[in-house]
Structure formats: C-alpha cells, structure tokens
C-alpha cells in the first residue's frame, strides 16, 4: 500500500459516522496536501514513507479532530428537526391545556363545585355544559384522527377555534393556543391521510 493510500484509507476510518460535507472537505483537504508533499519532494518510494509515517505521526490528531467535529454535531443539532419538536412540544402543551380547561369547567355536571362563588349558578350550567361538549370534542377528535383524519381534525378545530370564539375577552392568550392545536390536527390528519392513502393502494396492489 503506498502512503497516499495508506492515508487516503485512514481519513475514511476515522470520518466514519460525520456529516457527508464534513467527510468530503476533510478527504479533499488531506488529498491536497498529498498532492502537494509529492509535487515538491517527488513521486518517489521515500516520499510515500515520508507520507505514510506522517499518517502514523499524525494519527492522535486525527482522532482529536474527530471529536471536535462529533462533539459540535451533537452539541448544535439540525435546526430542521429542532424547530419541528418545538412545535409538536408547544401543540401538545396547548392542547392538554384546553382539554383541562374545559374538563374543570364541566366539573359542575359530576356535582363538583369547583366554580367560587363569583359565578352564578345560570353561568355555572351553562358554562358546564358547552365545557363537557367541547372537551369531549377534544377527546373524540384525537381519537378520531387515526381512523377518520378529516372528521378528527375538525372537531379538534372547532373546539379549539370555539373555546377562542367564547373566550373572545382572552384571546391574545387562548388564540394562538388555538392556532397551536388546530395547527397540529391538520398535520396530523394529512400525514394519517396519506398514510391511509398508501395502505389502500397496498392493498389493491397484492393479486
């Protein structure tokens, strides 16, 4: 094996696992210098052992590099990813939010008095009631997605665009909280469509 080779073969070992672009610069980056060592000391036999105990010399440097780009890879993820899981994260919380919400509100229908006494009791079972329709809204919508997304998506949304409409005094707080879990439903619904959409076609694919 001649040095280049040799050092050609151990930028590929120790690369494995980084990023592709992070690969491709280091072996163009190792190459060139390969290419420059033989243009100034010659294509001779002492030049590839000049080139191959280099490798060997610089070998714990490499290794070293390694880290330091393995390391920066987990220490700054992709931004893809990350704002992704901080939608999902910040749908979810809104959306157990609105379900607790409405499950205190139509407490009163189980006989809780959990209301104070600042509600009057017309307040009290109204208020119950469209809380116990929209919570459960909620609850079958979610339930629902799976197997029919279109209509599970559109009783998540109607409640949670409802719950913005009837807490109109609220809405700089309970309107992007809205936003945030019909957001989440459509997306859910359209994935759990196509999903639904591949299965059929499966299906009809097989003799």
Do not use: K, N
Request: positive net charge.
């Amino acid at each position: 094996m001649s040095g280049d080779r040799l050092a050609l073969w151990w930028v590929d070992r120790y690369t494995r696992g980084l990023r592709p672009d992070t690969r491709a610069e280091r072996r163009a980056e190792i190459a060139s210098d390969l290419w420059e060592h033989r243009h100034d000391a010659g294509d001779t036999w002492s030049t590839h052992l000049a080139i191959a105990w280099r490798c060997v010399r610089g070998a714990p440097a490499d290794l070293s590099w390694r880290r330091s780009r393995a390391g920066r890879r987990r220490a700054l993820p992709a931004r893809g990813p990350l704002l992704r899981g901080t939608g999902w994260a910040v749908a979810g919380m809104a959306y157990v939010f609105l379900v607790v919400q409405h499950a205190w509100f139509a407490s009163a229908l189980l006989g809780l008095d959990l209301y104070g006494s600042d509600w009057s009791p017309g307040d009290v079972e109204r208020w119950s009631r469209i809380s116990g329709a929209l919570v459960a809204a909620l609850l079958g919508g979610v339930l629902l997605l799976r197997v029919t997304p279109r209509l599970g998506a559109a009783l998540v949304a109607g409640a949670s665009l409802g719950t913005a409409g009837l807490m109109w005094w609220a809405l700089p707080l309970i309107g992007p909280i809205a936003l945030a879990v019909t957001t989440g439903a459509v997306v859910i619904a359209r994935r759990r469509r196509r999903a639904l959409g591949g299965e059929r076609a499966a299906v009809v694919a097989v003799p």
